[in-house]
């Protein structure tokens, strides 16, 4: 019956069930089965984050960074205060490396007695490497000296010191993990109060809008009016050195920037047919904002705290290089620099370390933020080349 075709009047009114037949009846009907595996938003950019080379690059030496930070100060026996007067100013000395001349524990000492070397007291036995004369003062040989200083400054043949010591004979590797430590944990506190309180400002902001959103943004407007360098100043004067004046130092006005993000965000998707149906069901304005809304500002919100996390670690080093950091001893990357530039000219390597170490975390953040920003990216999604 169902390959006929039939014309026939029907009494609407009158119909007999032996008239209809069901088309399909016992066969399975099933949507076609899809060969591309389905990928959420976040999976979605994370396959693009993996295609990009310098974003993983970063996100390695991050990794890296962040694990010497936890376990580098407990590698070895010294602790980030611990002093020793006749070791001072130590060159580094690394095993494996003295043979091809680099980070042996030599240093170069220039108008140097020629009359002094066969003294004991000051220069040990195999403490004197090499020596060139360079002139004759008042009858005496005056030369350029290449020496140990391990063997001269009397530290036993299996004690190294990787970076290093400081003018106060400590471990400049214990002590630059250590501020590395100290350095990441300041600058993860500060983003992220940084986060939470722009999160909260700008949705209101963004989600009420009118005179809510008029009066907020004037007051971020006046907040941003400020130098950052005063008022951080300030505060650190005020509330002293210290983790805590540093972290209100970067809170009192770093929040401002995640705020505009958020609301405009906001402004965005709150007109979105999703939103207009859930508030027409009575849904309440906390989770239209938390539930609804904030989710997509998740991504841009990722990108933001990455490129913030450098830019902490640079105002904490700043503020510690001018004297206005943490207190003795306690380490970070900002107190290694301000201590190795009074040494630059004479000891250089206790300089060259941090210098290396801030440096590649302000690079490497701003690379994996630039990568995160592009796997984010709404448009880019579904991109495969």
């Known amino acids: 019956m169902s390959n006929q075709v039939y014309e026939q009047n029907f009494d609407i009114n009158n119909l007999d069930p032996a008239d209809f037949v069901l088309i399909n009846k016992g ?218 004046g540093i972290v209100t130092a970067m809170l009192i006005r770093g929040w401002t920037g995640t705020a505009r993000l958020i609301r405009a965000q906001f402004f965005r998707y709150k007109g979105r047919e999703y939103v207009l149906a859930a508030r027409s069901l009575g849904v309440p304005d906390r989770k239209l904002i938390f539930r609804h809304i904030l989710p997509n500002s998740i991504g841009p919100l990722i990108t933001q705290a990455m490129v913030s996390i450098p830019g902490a670690i640079f105002s904490e080093s700043f503020l510690s290089f001018i004297g206005l950091g943490l207190q003795a001893p306690e380490p970070s990357i900002g107190v290694l620099l301000s201590d190795a530039q009074k040494t630059l000219l004479t000891y250089p390597y206790q300089m060259v370390f941090p210098a290396i170490l801030i440096s590649i975390l302000m690079i490497s953040f701003n690379l994996l933020g630039n990568g995160l920003r592009d796997a984010f990216d709404p448009t880019m999604r579904g991109v495969t080349d």
């Open 27 to 244: 066969e399975a009907i099933k949507d076609e089965v899809s060969s591309i595996k389905a990928l959420g938003f976040f999976k979605d950019a994370w396959v693009r984050l993996k295609r990009n080379k310098s974003a993983m690059m970063a996100f390695t030496l991050i990794m890296i960074i962040a694990f010497f930070a936890v376990v580098g100060p407990s590698m070895n026996k010294w602790g980030y205060n611990d002093q020793n007067p006749t070791w001072t100013n130590l060159p580094p000395r690394i095993p494996g490396l003295a043979g091809l001349g680099i980070a042996d524990g030599t240093r170069i000492l220039e108008n140097r007695r020629t009359d002094y070397f066969s003294d004991p007291n000051k220069y040990p036995e195999g403490s004197i490497l090499s020596y060139t004369v360079t002139g004759n003062v008042n009858g005496i040989d005056m030369a350029t000296v290449k020496v140990d200083a391990y063997k001269l400054a009397g530290v036993p043949d299996d004690t190294n010191f990787l970076f290093g010591t400081d003018y106060l004979g400590r471990d400049l590797w214990t002590r630059m993990w250590r501020g590395a430590r100290v350095s990441l944990t300041i600058a993860i506190l500060a983003v992220s109060a940084n986060i939470v309180i722009g999160v909260v400002y700008g949705a209101i902001s963004g989600y009420y809008g009118g005179s809510v959103d008029m009066v907020l943004m004037r007051i971020t407007e006046i907040l941003g009016a400020f130098p950052q360098t005063i008022v951080a100043t300030m505060l650190v004067l005020i509330l002293g050195r210290g983790i805590r």
